[in-house]
């Protein structure tokens, strides 16, 4: 027989007994924040059409695509590669039972085709919170809030979640005279001249302002190229003016005050400015610090579906991972399957790469390999087990996770090891003496002491003990 070489594809992540109870401790104080500020559980397909998914996006998100392995089915599937289009599909399917406003989290594996890097994998895990028929600023004002909240759970370092308008971006494209569309040889569907500056000044963090203004001084590397800016040197120079007012002042109010005068001439720019005049006023009636949050004009967000404010959040001493929560208002989106608008805004948290981020700051929560708390030694006496079992069903009748040894060690020291390399907490010892008066003696192993149990009580004394063993 061959032996295959035991490989997992690039991109797909294993996750270890340990980092799988770290990751669910992470996940539900995320749950807790996100049921805090109203939002209710929803949970849609991995696989969907994949006209739905596509849209105009479809050439951008590199698909995952699927077959149901049926002729008869000629419809093309794909992997999804968020949750908001499915939200949207499921909106739309659901109009006359959805009561509207209407708050969803949402917790699940996505997929993509990008390149794989630093906290970016082909399938990852992201937990979304949207609220949906909601025009108000209130809204985006209170993702932004749940955003600082839930990351106040997960992290002590420094965060900051930074926002913008997609009506100031379209702002700035249209002073620029960045206009129509191109079709993307590469990808083969249609992209607005607009959004291939949206996605260079996204890049900032990453690659800095002269990566950026590579990105915008680019000519076409040949005459199939229909994706390069090519922007004139006062092109880029108002650019850089207009990237600059955020990182020269952290007072949000003057930043849009000096933006204003670069953006007089733009209807949309000017009405995004207003946008983000209000949400920053109800930001700070709730008392959300500005430490943890502030306007920063080059958030673009790389999805066309955006259409108002925008987010996202980085981690001091982790910026060049990326975002870790972003997302924004997404209003035309349902109207992909319904033609008619919905305001909606949301933000998601890309989990792995959290928790990439978190493991490599040393952040983890404490967490054992295993659920098992309490270990029943077995001295390899056959005529013990029939008490064996019976102590182990005493303790899982009172919802102790337990189990009785069945390694080869059956001397006291090597359990008492496996035990502790295990992060158990009890050993429970069936000693000849013990047994003969109904007990057991149990060890405890985090202070060493030990004390005599009767069998018949044993699980609800250790019930007590082990609440919060995890």
């Given at each position: 027989?061959?032996?295959?070489?035991?490989?997992?594809?690039?991109?797909?992540?294993?996750?270890?007994?340990?980092?799988?109870?770290?990751?669910?401790?992470?996940?539900?104080?995320?749950?807790?924040?996100?049921?805090?500020?109203?939002?209710?559980?929803?949970?849609?397909?991995?696989?969907?059409?994949?006209?739905?998914?596509?849209?105009?996006?479809?050439?951008?998100?590199?698909?995952?695509?699927?077959?149901?392995?049926?002729?008869?089915?000629?419809?093309?599937?794909?992997?999804?590669?968020?949750?908001?289009?499915?939200?949207?599909?499921?909106?739309?399917?659901?109009?006359?039972?959805?009561?509207?406003?209407?708050?969803?989290?949402?917790?699940?594996?996505?997929?993509?085709?990008?390149?794989?890097?630093?906290?970016?994998?082909?399938?990852?895990?992201?937990?979304?919170?949207?609220?949906?028929?909601?025009?108000?600023?209130?809204?985006?004002?209170?993702?932004?809030?749940?955003?600082?909240?839930?990351?106040?759970?997960?992290?002590?370092?420094?965060?900051?979640?930074?926002?913008?308008?997609?009506?100031?971006?379209?702002?700035?494209?249209?002073?620029?005279?960045?206009?129509?569309?191109?079709?993307?040889?590469?990808?083969?569907?249609?992209?607005?001249?607009?959004?291939?500056?949206?996605?260079?000044?996204?890049?900032?963090?990453?690659?800095?302002?002269?990566?950026?203004?590579?990105?915008?001084?680019?000519?076409?590397?040949?005459?199939?190229?229909?994706?390069?800016?090519?922007?004139?040197?006062?092109?880029?120079?108002?650019?850089?003016?207009?990237?600059?007012?955020?990182?020269?002042?952290?007072?949000?109010?003057?930043?849009?005050?000096?933006?204003?005068?670069?953006?007089?001439?733009?209807?949309?720019?000017?009405?995004?400015?207003?946008?983000?005049?209000?949400?920053?006023?109800?930001?700070?009636?709730?008392?959300?610090?500005?430490?943890?949050?502030?306007?920063?004009?080059?958030?673009?967000?790389?999805?066309?579906?955006?259409?108002?404010?925008?987010?996202?959040?980085?981690?001091?001493?982790?910026?060049?991972?990326?975002?870790?929560?972003?997302?924004?208002?997404?209003?035309?989106?349902?109207?992909?399957?319904?033609?008619?608008?919905?305001?909606?805004?949301?933000?998601?948290?890309?989990?792995?790469?959290?928790?990439?981020?978190?493991?490599?700051?040393?952040?983890?929560?404490?967490?054992?390999?295993?659920?098992?708390?309490?270990?029943?030694?077995?001295?390899?006496?056959?005529?013990?087990?029939?008490?064996?079992?019976?102590?182990?069903?005493?303790?899982?009748?009172?919802?102790?996770?337990?189990?009785?040894?069945?390694?080869?060690?059956?001397?006291?020291?090597?359990?008492?090891?496996?035990?502790?390399?295990?992060?158990?907490?009890?050993?429970?010892?069936?000693?000849?003496?013990?047994?003969?008066?109904?007990?057991?003696?149990?060890?405890?192993?985090?202070?060493?002491?030990?004390?005599?149990?009767?069998?018949?009580?044993?699980?609800?004394?250790?019930?007590?003990?082990s609440l919060d063993a995890l």
């Amino acid at each position: 027989m061959s032996i295959i070489k035991p490989e997992r594809p690039g991109g797909f992540n294993d996750y270890s007994p340990s980092e799988m109870f770290a990751r669910r401790i992470l996940a539900e104080r995320i749950r807790k924040v996100y049921e805090t500020f109203g939002f209710s559980p929803l949970e849609t397909p991995i696989i969907e059409f994949e006209m739905a998914l596509a849209g105009e996006e479809g050439s951008d998100m590199n698909l995952w695509r699927a077959s149901t392995g049926s002729v008869r089915d000629l419809s093309p599937l794909a992997l999804r590669f968020d949750h908001t289009v499915p939200l949207a599909r499921y909106v739309a399917a659901n109009l006359g039972q959805i009561k509207l406003p209407w708050r969803r989290w949402c917790l699940g594996p996505v997929f993509r085709g990008e390149s794989t890097g630093a906290g970016r994998y082909h399938q990852f895990y992201q937990y979304d919170a949207d609220i949906v028929g909601v025009s108000d600023l209130l809204a985006d004002a209170e993702i932004i809030w749940m955003m600082v909240s839930a990351m106040s759970e997960l992290t002590r370092r420094d965060f900051k979640v930074r926002w913008n308008s997609r009506k100031i971006i379209n702002g700035l494209a249209e002073v620029l005279g960045i206009t129509g569309s191109v079709i993307d040889n590469e990808g083969g569907g249609e992209v607005k001249r607009s959004m291939m500056l949206f996605r260079a000044i996204d890049k900032l963090e990453k690659i800095g302002w002269e990566g950026v203004k590579l990105l915008l001084e680019r000519a076409p590397d040949n005459m199939l190229d229909t994706t390069a800016l090519k922007l004139n040197s006062d092109q880029v120079g108002l650019v850089e003016k207009f990237l600059a007012i955020t990182t020269q002042t952290d007072d949000s109010m003057r930043a849009l005050d000096q933006l204003e005068a670069v953006l007089k001439v733009s209807a949309i720019g000017l009405e995004g400015i207003a946008d983000c005049r209000e949400v920053a006023n109800i930001l700070s009636t709730l008392g959300v610090s500005d430490t943890r949050q502030g306007l920063d004009f080059s958030v673009a967000r790389g999805f066309g579906y955006y259409t108002g404010i925008v987010f996202e959040t980085l981690i001091a001493g982790a910026e060049k991972v990326g975002s870790v929560y972003s997302g924004g208002r997404f209003d035309d989106l349902v109207a992909r399957f319904t033609g008619q608008s919905m305001p909606s805004t949301g933000a998601s948290i890309g989990f792995d790469r959290l928790f990439a981020v978190i493991k490599q700051l040393g952040e983890l929560p404490k967490v054992p390999s295993t659920p098992i708390v309490a270990l029943v030694m077995d001295f390899g006496n056959p005529k013990d087990l029939p008490v064996l079992l019976q102590i182990l069903s005493e303790l899982r009748s009172a919802q102790v996770p337990s189990e009785i040894y069945r390694g080869t060690d059956t001397n006291f020291k090597g359990q008492m090891r496996y035990a502790i390399q295990q992060g158990m907490r009890f050993l429970v010892i069936p000693g000849e003496k013990e047994l003969a008066e109904g007990c057991v003696a149990v060890k405890f192993l985090q202070n060493r002491t030990q004390r005599v149990i009767p069998i018949n009580i044993l699980g609800s004394a250790l019930s007590a003990l082990s609440l919060d063993a995890l």
